[in-house]
């Protein structure tokens, strides 16, 4: 059993009781952690209603907004976290954007600011927040991040997204390199297909997890679950040597040739 007891742990990208991130927030608060949640805010409250009433039951001493876009904003959520904790173990990014006409079609036609939105939301962000995190992981800590194997080979309709995830696993060497010397580990968990409203927005994603099914070694696609306590383990003692890595969580899809 991991025990992650007396950790402090910030979960971003919870939307809905399908999100990657709500599959981590579970396995950790049920490893023993304290959970700080963030929400993309919107003008009407709906987000942060609908996650408030969500997580709930994991009961959150933190629960405050954060659109990764906005630095004033992650400025004064870290502040408040800082304030309120006085330091952070784990940090879980689970979140990402790109526009729908940028998932679907040809690479090519990816236009100029759909490019520059989906690596400033889905990749810069992981090194923003990072970066919040840092002055707070004062007994050392870990990163998680969620990238997809788009981000190595190319995926139909996958597209920007790719790019993105190219990035963003690289982004997790360079950070793992610098946080190192202070015991901060930080990896990737790539995951396999699931059914997400980020996901959904994906040209043909049901086609992809019906491949994955028939293909994968365990001939099934993952949940967010098991991608929750793969996180769980990356975030405890048991993963104390491993940093700057890529865990495929998968049902073993990667190694597949043909
Ligand atoms: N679903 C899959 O098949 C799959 C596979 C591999 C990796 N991933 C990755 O998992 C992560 C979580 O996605 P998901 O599939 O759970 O979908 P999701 O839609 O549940 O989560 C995406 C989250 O990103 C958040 N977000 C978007 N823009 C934001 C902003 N500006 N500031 C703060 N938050 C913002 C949304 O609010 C949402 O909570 C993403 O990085 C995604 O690429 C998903």
Redesign the pocket.
Known sequence: MLNLTGKNAIV?????N????WGIAQQLHQAGANLGITF?PDDKGR?ERKVAELVESLQPSIFLP????NDEQIDATFAAIGEKWGKVDILIH????ANKDDLSGDFSNTSRQGFITALE??TYSLTRLAAAAKPLMTEGGSIVT???LGGVKVIPNYNVMGVAKAALEMSVRYLAGELGPQNIRVNAIS?G??R????SAVGGILDMIHHVEQVAPLRRTVTQLEVGNAATFLCSDLASGITGQILYVDAGYEIMGM
């Not at 954060?66 to 876009?69: A, E, G, I, L």
């Not at 689970?94 to 954007?97: D, G, Y």
Request: proline share 3%.
């Open positions: 971003t990208g919870i939307a809905n399908r999100s990657i991130a993309l987000y954060c659109d990764v876009q689970c979140l990402a954007f939301v889905s969620l990238t997809y995951a297909p699931i997400t409203l980020a996901s």
